[in-house]
């Protein structure tokens, strides 16, 4: 059992910058993929970005060029670095685990919103 815990959540103007924080209750060392999604109210939960244990990342059209996964294995903990923020990143962000291919794991999510 993997317990995910996100922050780093909060209220911005557009613009500016967030990093959210995904962390591990244990070793995330040899995990398949870790990944960001994000639901905005009203609509489904959606892919933002992902990194493998390889790390090769991988984002979505929307994110792309502004947001930066990356994983620190030392502190079991994955990281969101969301710059130049609009009102549609508006959303919860949650962390997803995928250790193995049989097993997944999710966050509880941090909630991100951007004002115009």
């Known amino acids: 059992q993997v317990q995910l815990v996100e922050s780093g959540g909060g209220l911005v103007q557009a613009g500016e910058s967030l990093r959210l924080s995904c962390g591990a209750s244990g070793s995330i060392v040899g995990f398949i993929v870790m990944r960001w999604y994000r639901q905005a109210p009203g609509k489904q939960r959606e892919f933002v970005a992902s990194?493998?244990?390889?790390?090769?990342?991988n984002y979505s059209d929307s994110v792309k060029g502004r947001f930066t996964i990356s994983r620190d294995d030392a502190k079991n903990t994955v990281y969101l670095q969301m710059n130049s923020l609009k009102p549609e990143d508006t959303a919860v962000y949650y962390c997803?685990?995928?250790?193995?291919?049989?097993?997944?794991?999710w966050g509880q999510g941090t909630q991100v919103t951007v004002s115009a």
């Open positions: 997803n685990a995928v250790p193995s291919t049989w097993s997944a794991y």
């Open positions: 990194i493998t244990r390889s790390d090769s990342t």
